[in-house]
């Protein structure tokens, strides 16, 4: 095992076993107040071939199904006070805004619900329906993702009045563990990027966290956080599956008959699954999962307040001022940004308009802070949350309501490569994304942290804000 991997282990076991000791000399903590919760699942695979999600060079429809697809909505809170939050888990590549928009209109016609309390987490699995890129799909191909399109809509807005109709009280716990199969999967030579592979001692988060739902001292869902691509599947596979999440989801209610698994994926957009490339593969990782899971079910488990506070916010990050269209067609061969910005001022004569970045932030009293990003977000935001906010009580989930691009850091921008090519910085600054000012990084680790209360602003990030003025 790679030193840094083994480290990160070490680190969370210790941290766990430290935990226990102190417990054992503790009261026994009270059981945490029960709240309305609504679970349901639903199956959301495709009845006919697809385009599929991801790896561009793939350009023909899926061949079969290898897994079935889900979605999963969890709803908590009755419909007094700010009424009720939803977290709809789908084994989607990219969700389309307009899908979940229609979602969630559908689902506020009869229940009180406030946007910021409506969360769609994508498990962005590279084996399922293409439905982000269907507009540049022509013919046949179009409508079956078409028909797709519009079965997906009433199945997730199926689902989630379902879990709302069939709420009953239930508790909240926390646990934390660890899962070693992500993998940093940019390779540097001299310090910059020179292509992907399983890198040893690079930036990765291993952490797994688990929200346990339990009704009358039995548990009925398990919620588990991981920060890692669902990218098992490499872009040969032509089959319909979930990848290592959706197996996940399979081992846990395997194991605990009864049981109902949601999946959240954290800021691991430049980690892969290692190893990759099987079904077998996705079946091993989802096992790993499952059984760490099944480990910190013996405990111990933290109570969760019930009282759930939600904020939203959207970022408007304006794009760069735009190259005259004599430059931008010379530079559109070579630069992806600088083709999407060319194109768009041909078609509608202007420069696009500032790019919206939606952040979701719930609080259960003092006890968790879920933290909701959308797009493809690289692990070095959640370590950085983690160090500079109190990391027991912080739970960041990636690919929430929106995918559209890579979330990348200063560290990234440096280095430069795939993810930087490809971010929200890039295509704003036509390419350039070290010119963004200030960079998408700093922008949305201060924003997360105004939204949250102060009880989650550990004594050393006040210190160092107090000496920095």
């Not at 679970?39 to 290898?66: C, F, H, N, Q, W």
Request: charged share 25%; with cysteine.
């Amino acid at each position: 095992m790679p030193f840094y991997r083994w480290m990160c282990l070490c680190l969370v076991f210790g941290l766990a076993a430290a935990g226990l000791a102190a417990l054992s000399h503790a009261a026994e903590p009270s059981p945490p107040a029960a709240v309305p919760i609504g679970l349901a699942k639903v199956d959301i695979t495709p009845e006919t071939p697809v385009r599929m999600y991801g790896y561009a060079a793939r350009k023909t429809e899926s061949e079969g199904v290898a897994g079935r697809l889900k979605a999963t909505a969890m709803a908590i809170g009755g419909d007094e006070g700010e009424g009720p939050a939803v977290l709809l888990t789908v084994d989607c590549g990219a969700v389309p805004g307009d899908i979940r928009e229609t979602v969630f209109q559908r689902v506020a016609k009869t229940v009180r619900i406030a946007p910021e309390r409506f969360v769609l987490c994508n498990s962005h699995n590279h084996s399922g329906p293409n439905l982000k890129g269907m507009g540049s799909i022509e013919g046949a191909e179009r409508d079956r993702l078409a028909r797709y399109a519009e079965l997906l809509t009433d199945r997730l807005t199926g689902v989630v009045k379902e879990a709302l109709g069939n709420r009953q009280p239930a508790r909240l716990e926390l646990a934390r563990g660890a899962v070693g199969f992500a993998s940093n999967r940019r390779v540097l030579t001299g310090g910059k990027w020179s292509g992907f592979g399983c890198v040893a001692d690079a930036p990765v988060d291993h952490e797994l966290a688990v929200l346990r739902v339990s009704r009358d001292g039995k548990v009925v869902a398990l919620v588990a956080n991981y920060a890692c691509h669902n990218t098992t599947l490499r872009g040969d596979f032509k089959q319909i599956h979930g990848d290592w999440a959706g197996c996940a989801q399979e081992c846990i209610e395997s194991d605990q008959p009864g049981v109902l698994a949601m999946i959240t994926i954290g800021c691991g957009a430049d980690a892969d699954p290692c190893p990759h490339g099987t079904v077998a593969l996705c079946e091993q990782h989802g096992r790993a999962l499952a059984d760490e899971v099944k480990r910190l079910l013996a405990g111990p488990w933290t109570p969760i307040r019930p009282v759930l506070s939600a904020r939203g916010t959207v970022l408007e990050i304006p794009y760069a001022k735009a190259p005259d269209k004599e430059s931008a067609r010379a530079a559109a061969g070579t630069s992806n940004a600088v083709k999407t910005l060319l194109d768009k001022m041909e078609k509608e004569g202007r420069a696009p308009d500032p790019r919206a970045y939606p952040i979701v932030v719930w609080t259960f009293g003092n006890d968790l802070a879920m933290v909701f990003l959308s797009n493809e977000v690289v692990v070095d935001y959640a370590l950085r949350l983690k160090r500079e906010l109190d990391a027991s009580r912080l739970w960041i989930t990636a690919y929430a309501n929106d995918v559209s691009g890579y979330v990348v850091s200063k560290r990234l921008i440096a280095e430069g490569g795939y993810e930087p090519r490809n971010s929200l910085s890039s295509q704003v600054t036509f390419g350039r994304p070290e010119t963004l000012e200030p960079a998408m990084e700093e922008r949305i680790i201060e924003r997360v942290k105004d939204m949250l209360p102060k009880a989650f602003h550990t004594e050393r990030e006040a210190g160092e804000t107090a000496g920095a003025r």
